[in-house]
């Protein structure tokens, strides 16, 4: 059974469609995860603010500075793709589902307060308007494939997992 709660007028469509987002860009941006894992209502986490998680990319470890530290741009591209892959394939996106990506990156980055433009052009290189908009643009030319492991992914019967190699294999198969 698939879980409810993840925002109003939110559909099931969503959470695979921003889960592949988030796969397909950790593996383009040479960012290696454990799983995509897609929850029942038994197992799934629950946010601070109350809402049910049904689906997340579990990563390699849970200090998300192992993720981010390495490459800050592709890692931000990787926090904004699942986001902006729903905005992109369905025209919107779920309420909300941008901030625990972005809450995740800042501490991975070590920077969890506000932050300036200023200080997003410093740690990037540029700033982060022209990270998610380089970002919009690659969702844009990769929907093809996230639409496919979206696909995939809601075939499948949760609670459910599919690891970074199946995930790789898929992707190289199309």
Known sequence: MWVVGFGLGASFRHVFVHEAGHAVAA???????????LYDTGSAPVYSDGR???????????????????????SLRYA???????KVILGDAIPGGFDEDVK??????GRT??????????M????????????????????????????HLEALTAPTAMSYDEVKDFLAAL
């Open 27 to 37: 593996i383009d941006n040479d960012i290696e995860f454990e799983a995509v894992e």
């Open 52 to 74: 049910i998680a049904p689906g997340a990319v579990r990563m390699t470890s849970k200090d998300p500075s192992t993720w981010v530290q390495p490459n800050l741009v592709g």
């Open 80 to 86: 904004f793709a699942g986001h902006l892959a729903e």
């Open 104 to 109: 995740q990156w800042k501490i991975g980055s």
């Open 113 to 122: 307060g506000s932050l300036t433009q200023d200080d997003w052009a410093e």
């Open 124 to 151: 990037l290189g540029q700033s982060a308007s022209e990270v998610q908009s380089d970002t919009m643009s690659w969702a844009s030319e990769n929907s093809a494939r996230i639409i496919a492991l979206a696909d």
